[in-house]
């Protein structure tokens, strides 16, 4: 099976700041790659889909690129409802393998 | 809009079975799978398994394979996961999501929308 790393684990900075998050996978896996955020005691939500595409309502600061096994979700000017952590999944074929989460804090 | 409601909390001994109930409205039911996920408590997101509204295909993940059922009733448009010889180590809360896009022979979308979550409490 393809595992999922992520990094970092988690990470602190400041409103405004630019955070980048790290997911990649153990194999190839094309653009088959979501991005779900969690805040604290909520249930997940879908951020991104196919590497890059936002869902509806997700403001567009935040950003996901790459390809093949590794990639990125930035968060271009961090603000304070973005406390949470981020998981990454991979999708393109069963099972749909979740990275371990990274925890952003302000 | 689409709506996914979970059945309530559950405790459990050692040993024993549960089932969770995921009920959708708002979409065709039989056009879009069911993904089923686990969170432990402090812990991260772990994908138990998949099943196709459309004709019951399931994928599930190896550690659960031989313990796990998953099942739909279209007439009811309601997903649910059974889950034998539950251990402490499978306390955690359910989620159910119904997926993004169309997958009909294998899980092959991400969870879009989601279910409140089901806490089971596995306890002697």
């Known amino acids: 099976d393809i595992q999922m790393t992520q990094s970092p684990s988690s990470l602190s900075a400041s409103v405004g700041d630019r955070v980048t998050i790290t997911c990649r996978a153990s194999?190839?896996?094309?653009?088959?790659l979501a991005w779900y955020q969690q805040k604290p005691g909520k249930v997940p939500k879908l951020l991104i889909n196919a590497t890059s595409t936002l869902q509806s309502g997700v403001p567009s600061r935040f950003r996901g690129s790459g390809s093949g096994s590794d990639f990125t979700l930035t968060i271009s000017s961090l603000q304070p409802e973005d406390v949470a952590t981020y998981y990454c999944?991979?999708?393109?074929?069963?099972?749909?393998?979740f990275g371990p989460g990274t925890k952003v804090d302000i | 809009q689409v709506q996914v409601v979970q059945s309530g909390p559950e405790v459990k001994k050692p040993g024993a079975s549960v089932k969770v109930s995921c009920k959708t409205s708002g979409y065709t039911f039989i056009n879009y799978g069911i993904s089923w996920v686990r969170q432990a408590p402090g812990q991260g997101l772990e994908w138990v398994g998949w099943?196709?509204?459309?004709?019951?295909?399931?994928n599930y993940a190896q550690k659960f394979q031989g313990r796990v059922t998953m099942t739909t009733d279209t007439s009811t448009s309601t997903a649910y996961m059974e889950m034998r010889s539950l251990g402490s180590d499978d306390t955690a809360v359910y989620y159910c999501g119904r997926d993004l896009g169309y997958c009909d022979i294998s899980s092959c979308s991400p969870a879009a929308y989601w279910g409140q979550g089901t806490l089971v409490t596995v306890s002697s």
């Open positions: 999944q991979k999708y393109n074929s069963a099972p749909l393998t």
């Open positions: 194999q190839g896996i094309i653009n088959y």
């Open positions: 099943i196709s509204a459309n004709n019951g295909n399931t």
